[in-house]
């Protein structure tokens, strides 16, 4: 399977099929971005945290964390709302519309979000066509996918989305047992691509997996 998701067996012309569908979706994700952007716009002022143009990139004013720390992605065209687009908050359902539209079926999936966390300022998007989720292994993400599977280690996430925190701080702020507890979560935390230690004794969410976290939490929302 090449970086674009498409499976060995695919044939040439499916092959290229996935490929323009691949391109259709990133230029969604960008008028997703974009209009997500706008409509936010009215009551905030500018973000500093520069735009990317990459589909997985992401950017966070507080840190400076460049673009080219994120995986590989191909390049999204950038996209301007235009004028007389209708505001987001007038229809719920702005954002299936688009997608919708942009990618007909089997179509595909998108999430993106511009948030203001501890950490600092953080927008991320990132897309997939159904026929690359449908193909790809499942499997291979049954460590990022178990390792928040535990109450104590989404506590620990909570805590580190507002800020760096070492284990001593975690022992306290949760009452732990024992130092010992928090590195046994934090190691499954960071197995999984969850955490990261940017300093000795200091534990951290990455800048590329804060939006995907809020996303999981909005996903098991019960509506």
Do not use: C
């Not at 400076?64 to 505001?87: I, K, L, R, V, W």
């Not at 688009?98 to 966390?117: I, M, Q």
């Amino acid at each position: 399977m090449d970086e674009r998701g498409s499976a060995t067996a695919t044939q040439p012309d499916d092959g290229a099929r996935l490929t323009d569908r691949v391109a259709k979706l990133e230029q969604l994700v960008e008028e997703l971005a974009e209009l997500v952007h706008r409509s936010g716009a009215a009551s905030d002022a500018p973000s500093s945290a520069p735009r990317t143009p990459d589909l997985k990139a992401p950017s966070a004013s507080s840190t400076g964390t460049p673009a080219s720390n994120a995986p590989d992605a191909a390049p999204s065209q950038a996209f301007t709302a235009p004028a007389h687009e209708t505001p987001a908050g007038d229809d719920p359902f702005w954002a299936l519309r688009a997608l919708k539209e942009r990618l007909p079926a089997p179509g595909g999936v998108v999430y993106t979000g511009s948030v203001d966390v501890g950490q600092g300022h953080v927008e991320y998007q990132w897309g997939r066509p159904t026929e690359h989720l449908l193909q790809s292994d499942w499997a291979e993400h049954a460590e990022s996918v178990a390792a928040l599977g535990h109450p104590l280690r989404l506590a620990i996430m909570r805590k580190l989305l507002d800020a760096e925190h070492t284990v001593a701080q975690l022992v306290d702020e949760l009452e732990l047992a024992s130092t010992g507890v928090a590195y046994h979560h934090l190691s499954a935390l960071q197995n999984g691509g969850w955490v990261t230690s940017p300093r000795r004794g200091t534990w951290t969410v990455p800048v590329s997996r804060v939006v995907p976290l809020l996303t999981i939490i909005t996903a098991l929302e019960k509506g």
